[in-house]
């Protein structure tokens, strides 16, 4: 049986390059069995009376890019947008800002006490993860899986 994914972004300052990525994927992975829907979080308004629920939900490095109010709406949806044991797998940057650039604090246990609110458990937990990107030594991450 096949599974459905879902994958998000958010509409930060570099959503010209997300779009460049997007499109290049449906370029490169052109297949019937994919669906490419454009949205972003927090919004969500492409699913905004859809009835789809998915196997799994990936939000990478993305989420900081959302204030706390707005975290806390995208749990809420995308609780609702998650099939009964699926996984939603994201990763929270910890660390200062770029010059210029639109982050918001991020907090694991924060994360997963809101997840809380909306059925979600904690299956899965790393934190402080280095960064992968050369001159980012300051920065961090945490990789949370929380299920259903």
Not at 121 to 142: H, M
Request: hydrophobic share 45%; aromatic share 10%; proline share 5%.
């Amino acid at each position: 049986m096949p599974m459905r994914w879902l994958k998000w972004g958010t509409k930060s300052r570099r959503w010209s390059q997300h779009r460049f990525f997007l499109d290049t994927a449906k370029q490169q992975f052109n297949h019937p069995n994919i669906e490419w829907i454009q949205d972003a979080l927090p919004d969500l308004t492409a699913f905004k009376d859809s009835q789809q629920q998915y196997d799994f939900v990936l939000a990478s490095a993305m989420w900081h890019h959302l204030d706390e109010q707005e975290q806390t709406a995208s749990l809420q949806k995308i609780a609702a947008l998650m099939k009964p044991k699926a996984a939603f797998a994201l990763s929270l940057r910890n660390g200062p800002a770029g010059v210029g650039t639109h982050v918001f604090p991020t907090s694991a246990e924060q994360t997963i006490m809101t997840a809380q609110q909306y059925d979600l458990t904690p299956a899965l937990l790393i934190e402080n993860q280095p960064s992968l990107i050369a001159g980012k030594d300051a920065v961090f991450w945490s990789r949370l899986v929380l299920t259903k």
